[in-house]
């Protein structure tokens, strides 16, 4: 999912970006996967920057911990 940062809503400048090779090299993931989850809108947040694709290490981190097995 691509999102437009809201003008009241801040983003830390100084956090880590991730790519989305990154992401799937994390989660030993085909990088098909991950763009099928954002055409799903099931995927971690994600931000365009200029024409590169970027999500934000602590969107990933709560991303992945409300898919986490109870």
């Keep these: 999912m691509t999102t437009t ?9 100084d956090q880590q970006w ?5 992401i799937c090299a994390q989660l030993q993931i085909p990088e098909q996967t991950f763009y099928q ?3 799903k809108h ?3 947040h ?14 990933f981190v709560a991303w992945l911990s409300l898919h986490a097995e109870p």
């Excluded at 994600?46 to 969107?59: E, T």
């Design 5 to 13: 940062p809201n003008r009241n809503q801040p983003v830390e400048v």
């Design 18 to 22: 991730l790519t989305p090779k990154e």
């Design 37 to 39: 989850w954002r055409a």
């Design 42 to 44: 099931v995927g971690p």
């Design 46 to 59: 994600a931000y365009r920057i200029g024409r590169h694709l970027r999500i934000s290490q602590s969107d």
